[in-house]
C-alpha cells in the first residue's frame, strides 16, 4: 500500500512538472499597458484587419519579450499549425549561419564545391563563380526562375540552369536558391535542414514538431513547406531581436544576426513600398527600421528593433503590402517608452474584439 502510495505520489509530480514544462515553453504574458502599448491600439488593428484583409488567420504581439495579444480566427487556433510558405526561408538561412558558426562551410565557398557529380560537363563562368553568399542574398545570375516541378534531381536542375548575369550583381526572388543552401547544409551536416535545426533552434524555442515538406531526394525544401504555430513564428522574431539569444545563451552568433537582417543588395527604389528596402540573407528589410520574414498569401514575421516587438501574423491574403500597411499604421502608434496606467475599459474592448473574430469570409 505504501509502495502504490508513494507511486502516486511521484507520478503526480511528474505530471506536475511535465505541465510546468509545458508552460515554461510559452513566451511570457502581460498586459498591453504594462509593456507600453496601447490596448485601444490593437484593437483598432485587430478590427481593421478583419475587415480590410481576406482573410486573416492569426496575430500575435510582443513587445519586450511578453505576448501583449494574441488571436485566431476561426477555424485557426493557438494549437494549430500554419503553413508559412516563403518564411521558411529565413529558417533555412538561420541553418546556413549555425553551420558557419561550426567551421561546416563558409559564405563565400563556391556552390559548385558542393556537387561535384551534379555539376554539367562543362560548366559556365558565371556557374563557377556562384557563391553561398550569392544563394542567401538571391543574386545567383538567373535570368529566370527554374521550374522543377518535373524535374527528377532537383539540384542538377538548378546547376543545369542558365546563369546570364554575374553572380551578385542582379537581385532575382529565387526559391531553388534556396532549396540549393538547403542542400548545402545536408551536405555539410549530413542532415536535413529539419534535423539539424531541430536541437539548435527548435528545441531551444520550445518548438514542439515542427514539420517541413522534403524533395523527392529526401532534402528539406527550404524554400517553403515549413508549418509552424504563430507562437513560433514569434519565438523565432524575438530569438532575432535578441540577437540570436535566448534565455541567457547564446543559439546563434550576433554577427550572423547583423548579417543576415541587414541590407545585402539593392531590390528597387520606391520608398513606399516594403519590398523595395532592400534584401539580406533570407530576410526583408522594411520600413521604419523593420525587417521580417515572409511568405506566400501573408505570413509575416515583423521584428521592429526601434519598438522591441515582434509581429506574427497569418494569414490567406491577395494583398500583402496592405497587411504592412496596417501594422505601419495601426500598431506603431500604440508603443510608447514606459508603461501605461492600466486601462481595464480598453482591456475589456480588446477581448471582446477578439472573441468576435469569426471564421473567413
Known sequence: MKFLLLTFICLFAFSGNINLAAEAVKLPRSTPEAQGVSPARIREF????????????????????????????????????????????SFTSTAVGLALAEGKLSIDDQVLKFFPDDAPAEPSVNLKAMRVRDLLTMTTGHQDQLNWRDKDDWAKAFLAHPVPHKPGSHFLYNTPATFMLSAIVQKVTGETVLEYLKPRLFDPLGIADPRWDTSPQGITIGGYGLFLRTEDIAKFGQLYLQRGKWHGKQLLPESWVDQATSKQVSNGSDPQRDWDQGYGFQFWRCRHGAYRGDGKDGQFCIVLPNQDAVVAITADSRDMQ????????????????????????????????VAALKASR
Do not use: C, Y
Not at 484583409?53 to 499549425?81: I, T
Open 46 to 89: 485587430i478590427e481593421a484587419a478583419d475587415q480590410q484583409v481576406d482573410s486573416m488567420h492569426s496575430f500575435m504581439l510582443v513587445r519586450h519579450g511578453h505576448v501583449v495579444a494574441e488571436a485566431w480566427w476561426e477555424p485557426e487556433s493557438a494549437e494549430k499549425p500554419h503553413i508559412l510558405w516563403s518564411l521558411s526561408k
Open 322 to 353: 496592405a497587411q504592412l500597411n496596417l501594422v505601419w499604421e495601426k500598431l506603431l502608434p500604440a508603443f510608447t517608452d514606459g508603461p501605461l496606467q492600466a486601462d481595464p475599459e480598453g482591456q475589456t474592448k480588446l477581448k471582446e474584439a
